[in-house]
């Protein structure tokens, strides 16, 4: 009987240990994603507050390309009548096109959250 309690007494020890290495291994591995998230959140909280402005400026260059007044200035550019030193990326049809729906496509993932 002495051989069977040893053998018993061990068994559960070692069942103990792996409990505890799981048990570390488990708090060790939450407590990662606890650091990781939280990090994350702070990144993301000082990235909108950075943005604050970006709907009202998107809001403004929607009215700008719907207006009209777009087409008027990218025409004037493209009969040379816009200094050729003044940056006009927003004259770039495909640029303000792309930014208008990575907006977009931005603000539906925010949502996500």
């Known amino acids: 009987m002495p051989d069977l309690q040893a053998r018993t007494a061990k068994a559960m020890k070692t069942d103990n240990g792996k409990n505890q290495q799981d048990r570390i291994n488990r708090i060790t591995e939450n407590e990662n994603l606890f650091d990781n998230a939280a990090s994350e959140v702070k990144q993301l909280a000082q990235a909108l507050e950075a943005c604050q402005e970006l709907p009202a400026h998107i809001a403004a260059l929607e009215a700008y390309l719907d207006s009209g007044a777009w087409r008027e200035d990218y025409e004037a ?37």
Not at 86 to 107: F, I, M, P
């Open 77 to 113: 550019d493209e009969r040379g009548e816009v200094p050729t030193e003044l940056k006009r990326g927003v004259l770039s049809q495909d640029a303000l096109y792309d930014l208008l729906t990575d907006y977009r496509e931005l603000k539906s993932q925010l949502e996500f959250f």
